[in-house]
T-cell receptor, first 113, second 111 residues
Framework: KAGVTQTPRYLIKTRGQQVTLSCSPISGHRSVSWYQQTPGQGLQFLFEYFSETQRNKGNFPGRFSGRQFSNSRSEMNVSTLELGDSALYLC????????????FGSGTRLTVV | GQNIDQPTEMTATEGAIVQINCTYQTSGFNGLFWYQQHAGEAPTFLSYNVLDGLEEKGRFSSFLSRSKGYSYLLLKELQMKDSASYLCAVRDENAGNMLTFGGGTRLMVKP
């Protein structure tokens, strides 16, 4: 079966712009979680969506938002980009909420210049 | 909140055994996961412990002691392809059962 698909793989944006990242989970998975990965901070939890509802949210500013559609695909949006937002953004899907059996996508590498 | 600590880097020799430790503090422990991540790739699931003891899966084993807030990942018969980052993650039922990751341990396997 197809894995977790994240698009785009690479992205370069300018400070102040906004960006939308997409994640298509494994078929049948209803939970999608987003993480930011940087060399200094490791994997930091952004938010989790389950059946179109945000279930959990990490400690990120309001510039970071997300949503989930009825087909379980999820998007995350970052507005007013800052240099510090440069990171690998990983999406993980699972059947149930709560981190069970996470399958990660290959991520979107965002560079803010 | 949660605090998860693991060594930043380790080096080992091909064919040897290496143990990667992880300590954690959490209010509602509900499972510990180990993931492997090769550079530029997605993390992949290695193991899951929720009860004390050792879980063995081929060359990889993972141990958990809940009373000590301690886990380790044991890699035997190291191969060059085992060079990767190893991520320890804890699930906390008091935090919506979400996973919190440690900073990861970068393992370099040398010939």
């Amino acid at each position: 079966k197809a894995g977790v698909t994240q698009t785009p793989r690479y992205l370069i944006k300018t400070r102040g712009q906004q960006v939308t990242l997409s994640c298509s989970p494994i078929s049948g998975h209803r939970s999608v979680s987003w993480y930011q990965q940087t060399p200094g901070q490791g994997l930091q939890f952004l938010f989790e969506y389950f059946s179109e509802t945000q279930r959990n949210k990490g400690n990120f500013p309001g510039r970071f938002s997300g949503r989930q559609f009825s087909n379980s695909r999820s998007e995350m949006n970052v507005s007013t980009l800052e240099l510090g937002d440069s990171a690998l953004y990983l999406c993980a899907s699972s059947l149930l909420t709560g981190g069970s059996g996470y399958t990660f996508g290959s991520g979107t590498r965002l560079t803010v210049v | 909140g949660q605090n998860i600590d693991q060594p930043t880097e380790m080096t080992a020799t091909e064919g040897a055994i290496v143990q990667i430790n992880c300590t954690y503090q959490t209010s509602g422990f509900n499972g510990l996961f180990w993931y492997q991540q090769h550079a530029g790739e997605a993390p992949t699931f290695l193991s899951y412990n929720v009860l004390d003891g050792l879980e063995e899966k081929g060359r990889f084993s993972s141990f958990l002691s809940r009373s000590k807030g301690y886990s380790y990942l044991l890699l035997k018969e190291l191969q060059m392809k085992d060079s990767a980052s190893y991520l320890c993650a804890v699930r906390d039922e008091n935090a919506g059962n979400m996973l919190t990751f440690g900073g990861g341990t970068r393992l370099m396997v040398k010939p």
